[in-house]
C-alpha cells in the first residue's frame, strides 16, 4: 500500500507536469483512434464485402467500357439450376446531380428481378419489394445520402443522371435501406432507366455496365470468377471478374493507399507520444536522483527502483492514454459529430476494441519511454548521487 | 537590455536529452504535415497547369467531367460560329473535338492493382490549342495509324507505356495500339494520359459521338463572351473556362487540406503542452539564475524574451529538419496517382514542396514554440528575487 501511496505522490507532486505529459501523451493518441478507427471500418466495409460471396464481371479494357446486356443469360446458363449461381444483375453507373446543388450523387441502375437476391444483406422487407416490382420509378436510396439530400419515404425527387439522357428523371422514394453496407449508393430501376433512353432518341439497352453475381459457396464463387472469364475469352467484350472485396479495394488502393497511409501516421503518432512521456519521465528523474540514491542507500534494489519508475511512467500514460481515448470515443457516440461525413468512408464509428488497443499501447508507450530514465536510475551510483546532495 | 542570443543557445545545449527529444517530437509533426500537405499540392498544382484563361471546355449538360459527356456531331458542327474564337494562318477555326475514353492498365510497383488511364482522340488541331505538348521522346502518331503517344508522368506509373510498347484500346479491346511516342506538358494532367487518333479511337469504340470540344478564344475577356454563346439558345450545351473546369476536378483536394489541418491541430496541441513541460522544466532548474539576472538589472522583459527564444530556438531547428526529412521523402515517393472520384480516370500527379507548404511549417512550429513558451516566460519573469536567491 505504502508503495502505491509513494508511487502516486511522485505523480502529484508535480501536478502540473503530469498533466501537460497526460495531455502531451493523450493528443497524439486521439489521432491514433481515429485513424485506426478509419481502418478499421475500411477493413470491416471489405470483410463485409468478402463474406457476401458476390462476384463483379466487368469489361476486361476499362470498368468503364460497357458489356453486351445479353451477357446476363449466358451467365445464368453456366449453372441453370441456380446449385451455386444465385443470382446475376445488371448494374448500370449514372451518377447523377440535383438542380442547383454541386453535389454529386452515386446512383446506380440495376436489374429490378435480383435485387434482393443478390443483396440478401440490406434485408429489404416485403413491403419495400413490392413496391420495389410495383413502381417503375421507385428508388432506394443509400441511408447516407437520404440524410445528406434531407429525403424521406414516399417522397417524389428529381435526378439527372450524369450520364445519357442527361433529363431530370423522377423518382419515388420506396426505401431508405437502413441495413446497406454502402451508404451512399441509391438503386433505381434500369428498365425505367432504359425507356428514358429510348424516349430521349438514345439507343443503349443492349449495353449495360457491369453485373453482380451471387454465389452460395467459396468453391462457387472461385469457380465463376474463373468461369466466366473463359467463357468470355474470344468474345469481341472480354470480361474481368473479380470478387466485391478485390474490386473495391482497387479503389482505395488509388485514394491515396488510405489504409497503408494512416497505419504510417498512427505509429508515428505513437512515436510522438513516446517522445513526449520519455521527456518527462527524464526530467522526473532526474529532479529526484537524491532521493533515487537514498532509496538504493536505504536498501532498495536497483531491480526495484527500475520497476517503480517504470510503473509510475506507466500509470502517467495509461491516464493520458485514457483520456485520448475517450475524447474521440465521446465526441462520436454522444455528439452530432458522430453523424458527419468524411470523404472516402462515410460515417465513422469509434469501436470500443480500438479506444482498448490504444490504452494497451499507452501502457506499451509508458515502458518505452521509462527504460532509458529507468535504466538510469537502476544504475546510479549512490555515493556520486549523494556526494551533489543539495 | 536583452540577454545575448548565446545565452540561450547555451542554455538549450546543457539540457541536452530534453532539448533534443523535444525537438525530435516537433520535427516529427512537421514532417507529417510537409508530407499531408504536399499530396493536396501536387493534384492542385498538376489541375492548375492544365487549365488556360483563354480556353473554353464544352461538354454536355448534365455531364461531370469529359469522362461522362457524351456530344454528337449535329452539336458540335454548332461550335463553329461562336463568337471569340481564335483562327489559325489558314483560316481554320480552333477548335479541338476531342473523345476521352479509358483503359485499364497496370500500376507500375503494386502487385495486381491496375489504373483506369485516360486515352483522348484528338486530331491536329488539339496540338495547335496546347502548345505545351511537347514531345521528348519519339515522334507524333500518324493520323491514320493505330499509334499513341504516352504523357511521361503516365509512361512512368503504367505498364506497357514505354516507346514500342503496346496497348490494348477500344471498346473490343481487341485492337493493339503502338506507343511512338513521350509527351510532356507542362507537368499538367495531360501527362497522365494517352493521346491517340481521334478517328482510330471513334472506329475502335464504334461510336460517332464525342466527349468534349476546346476553344481557343482570342483573350480571357473573349471566352466569357464565347461561354454565354453556347450556354444559350442556339448551341445549348455546358461550357466552361478551362480553369475553372479544372478547379472543380481538384475539390477532393479541399477535403485532404481540411483533414490535415485538423489532424496537426491536435497533434501541434499536444507538442506545445510537451513544450511547455521542457520549458517548464528549465525555468524552474534556473531559479536563482533568473533571480540573479534581475539583480543583475535585466528586466522581466529581457527574462520573458530569452525563454521564448530558446523555445523558438528549438522550433526552428525542428523546423529545418522537418522539412529536410520531409522534402527528402517527398523526391523518393514523388510519383503518385489517384483516381478521380468525378471523373473515373486515374492522375498521375507529384508530390510537391511548395512555399505555402513551408510556411506553413514554419508557422506550425512558432507557434508550438510560441504557445508552449508562454506560461513558463511568465512563470520565469516573475521568480520573488530575495527568496529565490535565499536559497542559494
Known amino acids: ?390 | 537590455m536583452a540577454l545575448p542570443l548565446f545565452y540561450s543557445w547555451r542554455n538549450l545545449l546543457v539540457r541536452r536529452l530534453s532539448t533534443s527529444l523535444t525537438l525530435l517530437l516537433i520535427t516529427v509533426i512537421v514532417v507529417v504535415l510537409a508530407v499531408l500537405l504536399s499530396f493536396a499540392a501536387g493534384i492542385r498544382q498538376t489541375l492548375k497547369n492544365s487549365g488556360h484563361r483563354d480556353r473554353v471546355i464544352v461538354l454536355k449538360p448534365g455531364s461531370t467531367a469529359e469522362s461522362t459527356s457524351v456530344l454528337f456531331p449535329e452539336e458540335t458542327n454548332l461550335l463553329v460560329q461562336t463568337p471569340g474564337i481564335r483562327f489559325d494562318p489558314s483560316g481554320q477555326p480552333l477548335i479541338s473535338i476531342e473523345l476521352c475514353i479509358q483503359t485499364s492498365l497496370p500500376r507500375l510497383g503494386y502487385q495486381d492493382s491496375f489504373a483506369n488511364v485516360a486515352v483522348r482522340g484528338v486530331d491536329p488541331v488539339a496540338f495547335a490549342i496546347r502548345p505545351e505538348i511537347q514531345i521528348v521522346e519519339g515522334r507524333l502518331f500518324d493520323s491514320g495509324a493505330l499509334e499513341v503517344i504516352v504523357g511521361e508522368a503516365a509512361s512512368k506509373r503504367f505498364g506497357n507505356l514505354k516507346i514500342d510498347g503496346e496497348i490494348s484500346l477500344g471498346r473490343l479491346g481487341n485492337r493493339l495500339y503502338k506507343v511512338v511516342g513521350i509527351f510532356r506538358a507542362n507537368n499538367s494532367s495531360f501527362e497522365s494520359e494517352i493521346w491517340a487518333p481521334r478517328s482510330m479511337i471513334t472506329t475502335a469504340y464504334s461510336g460517332h459521338y464525342t466527349s468534349s470540344a476546346t476553344i481557343q478564344c482570342i483573350d480571357e475577356s473573349q471566352a466569357q463572351t464565347a461561354i454565354n454563346y453556347i450556354k444559350g439558345p442556339s448551341v445549348k450545351l455546358q461550357a466552361q473556362k478551362e480553369t475553372d473546369y479544372y478547379q472543380e476536378l481538384a475539390r477532393t483536394t479541399r477535403q485532404l487540406v481540411v483533414l490535415s489541418v485538423i489532424l496537426i491541430a491536435i497533434m501541434g496541441l499536444g507538442a506545445v503542452f510537451a513544450m511547455a513541460n521542457t520549458m517548464y522544466a528549465a525555468v524552474d532548474h534556473r531559479r536563482r539564475e533568473f533571480a540573479m539576472l534581475r539583480t543583475l538589472g535585466f528586466s522581466r522583459i529581457a527574462i520573458q524574451l530569452t525563454i521564448f527564444i530558446e523555445s523558438l530556438l528549438t522550433c526552428l531547428v525542428s523546423c529545418i529538419i522537418g522539412l529536410l526529412i520531409g522534402s527528402a521523402f517527398i523526391a523518393m515517393n514523388i510519383e503518385q496517382d489517384f483516381i478521380s472520384d468525378v471523373s473515373f480516370s486515374s492522375l498521375t500527379y507529384q508530390l510537391r514542396m511548395t512555399p505555402t507548404i513551408m510556411i506553413s511549417c514554419l508557422i506550425l512550429a512558432c507557434g508550438v514554440g510560441i504557445a508552449g513558451a508562454l506560461a513558463p516566460a511568465v512563470r520565469a519573469s516573475r521568480i520573488p528575487i530575495l527568496e529565490a536567491l535565499r536559497k542559494a
Open chain 1, 1 to 390: 500500500m505504502l508503495y502505491w501511496i509513494y508511487l502516486i505522490r511522485n505523480l502529484t507532486r508535480n501536478i502540473r507536469r503530469t498533466l501537460l505529459t497526460s495531455a502531451a501523451v493523450a493528443l497524439p493518441i486521439v489521432i491514433f483512434v481515429l485513424s485506426t478507427s478509419v481502418i478499421s471500418a475500411l477493413n470491416s466495409y471489405l470483410d463485409n464485402a468478402a463474406k457476401q460471396m458476390r462476384l463483379i464481371v466487368t469489361h476486361k479494357t476499362s470498368f468503364i467500357n460497357p458489356l453486351p446486356s445479353g451477357y446476363r443469360y449466358k451467365i445464368e446458363a453456366l449453372d441453370p439450376e441456380r446449385k451455386e449461381l444465385t443470382a446475376v444483375c445488371g448494374m448500370h453507373w449514372l451518377g447523377g446531380k440535383v438542380e442547383n446543388d454541386p453535389r454529386l450523387l452515386s446512383t446506380l441502375a440495376v436489374d429490378k428481378d435480383n435485387l434482393e437476391a443478390c443483396y440478401p444483406d440490406y434485408h429489404f422487407t416485403q413491403e419495400e419489394m413490392d413496391a420495389w416490382h410495383r413502381d417503375r420509378q421507385a428508388a432506394i436510396l443509400g441511408p447516407e445520402t437520404a440524410k445528406q439530400f434531407g429525403w424521406k419515404l414516399g417522397d417524389r425527387i428529381t435526378i439527372t443522371p450524369s450520364l445519357p439522357p442527361y433529363t431530370p428523371m423522377e423518382f419515388h422514394v420506396i426505401s431508405t435501406a437502413e441495413h446497406a453496407s454502402d451508404p451512399v449508393t441509391s438503386w433505381i430501376r434500369l428498365d425505367y432507366y432504359f425507356d428514358a433512353l429510348k424516349e430521349h432518341g438514345f439507343h443503349g439497352d443492349e449495353w449495360i455496365g457491369f453485373f453482380v453475381i451471387k454465389c452460395n459457396s467459396i468453391a462457387g464463387l472461385d469457380h465463376y470468377r474463373r468461369a466466366i472469364d473463359e467463357l468470355f475469352a474470344n468474345y469481341p467484350d472480354p470480361t474481368k471478374t473479380r470478387d466485391e472485396k478485390s474490386f473495391v479495394n482497387e479503389f482505395i488502393a488509388q485514394q491515396f493507399n488510405l489504409p497503408r497511409n494512416l497505419a504510417i501516421l498512427a505509429s508515428l503518432t505513437v512515436f510522438v507520444a513516446i517522445m513526449a512521456a520519455m521527456n518527462t519521465m527524464s526530467m522526473n528523474i532526474r529532479d529526484r536522483i537524491n532521493e533515487v540514491a537514498t532509496m538504493k542507500s536505504l536498501g532498495f534494489s536497483s531491480r526495484s527502483v527500475f520497476v517503480q519508475i517504470l510503473i509510475e511512467s506507466m500509470m502517467l500514460c495509461v491516464s493520458g492514454g485514457f483520456v485520448g481515448a475517450l475524447i474521440p470515443y465521446g465526441l462520436f457516440h454522444w455528439t452530432p459529430l458522430g453523424s458527419m461525413t468524411i470523404p472516402v468512408i462515410q460515417a465513422l464509428d469509434i469501436p470500443l476494441l480500438v479506444c482498448m488497443k490504444a490504452v494497451l499501447i499507452a501502457v506499451g508507450i509508458g515502458i518505452l519511454s521509462a527504460l532509458w530514465p529507468a535504466w538510469l536510475g537502476a544504475k546510479l551510483n549512490v555515493v556520486t548521487a549523494l556526494r551533489y546532495l543539495e
